[in-house]
């Protein structure tokens, strides 16, 4: 699998992973695996499935379709065919259709054709999982909520120990290591799952889930702290972390990352920052821009541990540093690299 990974579990599982997965975009079960060679295969096999154990004819619904196949090359008409193959059924079966909505449906169907091999699955999600509802303010190319989450993780952050993000943009990196450090589920327990309009939904099981799972999340109150040059991206940080706790939790300054001390903080900490790059924001010299930051890395944070996510690769290659640790990622269709540089006192670098 490409840019997913596959588990088995029950329906306490999926709710769980809906609840809790802080990396997911969504949570699809695949119903039904097929060979298909041409349209009026497809047809068949999607009204074989018996939608009607799934949603009620009352009920809207759309369909994503997702091609990459010699036989099957335009992915709306693939949606058009499995479409028309589901009302089909449902007109058979129950005399009328269920009407599409394509904005807020109360059942989604995916549709994945690769070669000649089909998987029909079902959303459980709804809106993708990235949406936490933090983000009430915005700056230019703002980190995605699952790319935050994932880039704390992958740095091994304790979630006790100090945090700062120089750089913070819109304070998403913030937002998330406070839901994280503090044991809060990415999602609210009141979002409309997807799931939640299954006929099979089962209120009982999502209640163990919330009673049972949220009590286990590790629950820690390390100091967070960000900076911006930016007023616009201090106001912005601000105002999306009031969406989640109070103002003095997680202060935000206006201040440049080169005016920056180690000794400015009580202790050593963490720093994770994902700089400007030229593929998002314009930088005179990009180049030079990485450099700096490494060579003030170098001289003002000794005996910290700094975390550097950036799509410009080769600039990043550049910083005069030796990192602990790459690790090769796609922002969105940006390839970027994540880079782990302990900062060790002395001659190290």
Not at 14 to 26: E, K, S
């Amino acid at each position: 699998m490409t840019r997913a990974v596959a588990f088995d579990g029950s329906r306490y599982t999926l709710y769980a992973a809906n609840l809790l997965l802080r990396t997911a975009l969504r949570i699809i079960v695949p119903i039904s695996e097929t060979k298909v060679s041409n349209e009026r295969h497809l047809y068949s096999d999607v009204y074989k499935v018996e939608w009607e154990n799934y949603f009620d004819v009352d009920q809207t619904f759309a369909i994503h379709s997702t091609v990459s196949s010699s036989q099957f090359r335009h992915s709306k008409y693939v949606a058009l065919k499995a479409k028309d193959a589901v009302v089909d059924r449902f007109r058979k079966l129950k005399g009328k259709r269920p009407s599409i909505d394509t904005k807020q449906p109360d059942f989604m169907i995916n549709i994945h054709i690769r070669k000649d091999f089909l998987t029909i699955s079902i959303d459980s999600s709804g809106d993708s999982l990235h949406k936490r509802g933090y983000r009430k303010a915005t700056v230019p190319a703002p980190l995605n909520e699952v790319m935050a989450a994932g880039l704390l993780l992958l740095s091994g952050w304790d979630k006790k120990s100090l945090l700062v993000d120089p750089m913070c943009g819109s304070g998403t990196i913030l937002s998330e290591a406070y839901l994280l450090s503090r044991g809060i589920p990415p999602q609210k327990m009141n979002r409309p799952f997807a799931f939640k309009k299954w006929k099979d939904f089962d209120p009982r099981i999502w209640k163990m889930v919330v009673d049972k799972e949220v009590s286990k999340l590790e629950q820690n109150e390390p100091s967070l702290i960000g900076y911006d040059i930016s007023f616009k991206a201090v106001q912005a940080s601000t105002t999306n972390l009031a969406e989640l706790c109070e103002e003095d939790e997680v202060p935000i300054n206006k201040g440049d990352y080169f005016s920056l001390r180690g000794d400015d903080f009580p202790s050593t900490g963490t720093i994770i920052m994902n700089p400007p790059y030229d593929k998002r924001l314009q930088e005179d010299d990009i180049k030079a821009f990485y450099k700096r930051i490494g060579d003030h890395l170098k001289s003002d944070f000794p005996g910290w541990t700094a975390h550097i996510f950036s799509g410009a690769t080769e600039p990043l290659k550049l910083m005069g540093l030796r990192p602990s640790r790459k690790i090769s990622l796609l922002n969105g269709a940006i390839p970027a690299l994540f880079y782990k540089f302990d900062m060790y006192a002395g001659s190290k670098y």
